[in-house]
């Protein structure tokens, strides 16, 4: 079970002597004990999706959050400020559920854009209805966005997400780069015996299109607790998977926190074994692998996360969340919202412990929320 707490309770950490309260010298903005600084906030829009992605949601959907306790504009506006102005966060990701389903997203959006001019803002989304709403979301002022997309067949499209919106998706991911909104970024979930063989096509086609294709190993962070270790393409797998038809070589630009390893793609010359980039030709592009299950970034994670209830987790893998909408309903100033968003932080753990855990699992227990109800 997951802990909802008003307040941070302080826990000792299990051999380690670092201070599990926020002490007065910890210093301004979102750092915590093991010396982490947060400057990328996630906020969900809504729990809400018009899809079912099998390593997300079940196929009846959950139990919606209601209209009350999902935050308003103004409420997340007065969060996003406070975390600007006050707490050091330097970008904005819109998630979810489905960010385009809620109706006011424009409307937020420029609402945000008029509070921070400088702030880049993007958004993560399935891309469904997206075609029609790219060009206003852009003139309200996002940045760029991210679109889900697993496979570009109608079939395995639709068993992976259980609803028939491929060309929706498609239409929609045009339309983004068409409005401005590049670079555009997909995500895939990898998944085996399903979508799989189609890594290297999917990239050929990312690559073609001048998007980038990021590969995200699947988390157990599904609701029907489907996921298991052997099951999982790991990351491994993906680079052996794209290197039939690729040679991929590290991107020299620094990695600067991003949850995704970056590599440059080229074609592989027909024939040739040989790794050795020289001989294969220009880079078309770059491809990322996002490995946070057998390789973790958490020791330089800079992500604060905002659920659509206003919940504050310092991970995905958090059991423990804290309520600063709660406390912001309740009359909070700015300054009680900015410490209470601190002292969450403050215990952040070190780890989520995913990496340590055996093949049969025993000892890893999965979150309560899916990843649609944290914002992903
Ligand atoms: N609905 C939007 C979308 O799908 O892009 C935004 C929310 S979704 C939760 C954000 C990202 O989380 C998507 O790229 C999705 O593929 C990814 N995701 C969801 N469940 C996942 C899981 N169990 N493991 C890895 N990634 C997952
Ligand atoms: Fe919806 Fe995104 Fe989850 Fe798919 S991954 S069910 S689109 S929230």
Redesign the pocket.
């Known amino acids: 079970m997951s802990v909802q707490l008003g307040m941070p309770q302080p826990r000792e950490v299990a051999g380690s002597n670092v201070p599990a309260v926020r002490p007065a010298t910890a210093g301004a903005g979102l750092v915590d004990r093991y010396g982490r600084r947060a400057t990328d906030m996630r906020l969900s829009l809504t729990d809400k ?1 018009n899809l079912r ?1 099998t ?2 949601m079940p196929a009846e959907g959950l139990e919606w959050l209601s209209k009350q306790a999902v935050m308003t504009a103004g409420e997340i506006v007065r969060i996003v400020r406070i975390g600007v102005e006050r707490l050091g966060v330097r970008e904005l990701r819109l ?4 960010p385009l389903v809620r109706h006011d997203l424009v409307e937020i959006i420029a609402e945000l854009r008029r509070n921070h001019p400088d702030l880049p803002i993007s958004m ?3 891309a469904v209805g997206l075609a029609k709403k790219a060009a206003a979301l852009k003139a309200a002022g996002l940045t760029r966005i ?1 679109v ?1 997309l697993d496979s570009l067949h109608e079939e395995t499209f639709t068993q992976l997400t259980r609803r028939p919106f491929l060309n929706q998706v498609l239409a929609g991911v045009d339309a983004a780069w068409a409005a401005g909104l590049g670079p555009v970024k997909l ?1 895939a ?1 990898l998944m085996r015996g399903i979508n799989d063989a189609e890594a290297p096509s999917l990239l050929a086609w990312a690559l073609g299109r001048g998007y980038e294709l990021r590969f ?4 157990p ?2 609701a029907d607790h489907g ?1 298991t270790r052997r099951d999982m393409i790991t990351a491994s797998e993906i680079r052996e998977l794209l290197s039939r038809d690729f040679v991929l070589s590290p991107d020299p630009r620094a990695r600067d926190g991003a949850p995704a390893e970056r590599f440059e793609v080229r074609r592989r010359a027909a024939g040739s074994g040989a790794d050795d980039a020289s001989v294969h030709g220009p880079v078309l592009g770059t491809v990322g692998i996002i490995a946070s299950v057998t390789e973790p970034f958490c020791s330089d994670c800079r992500r604060t996360r905002i659920t659509a209830e206003g919940k504050i987790m310092s991970c995905l893998f958090s059991h423990e969340e804290y309520d600063l909408l709660g406390l912001l309903r309740s009359g909070a100033s700015d300054e009680d919202l900015a410490r209470r968003w601190q002292d969450a932080m403050w215990l952040k753990p070190k780890a989520h412990g995913m990496d340590h855990v055996g093949l049969d699992a025993p000892d890893f227990v999965q979150p309560d929320r899916s ?2 109800a944290i914002g ?1």
């Open positions: 999706c992605c390593y997300c998630t979810g559920g489905e993560t989304t399935n991210n889900s995500n979930v995200i190993e699947q988390m962070l599904d996921w990843m649609s992903g």
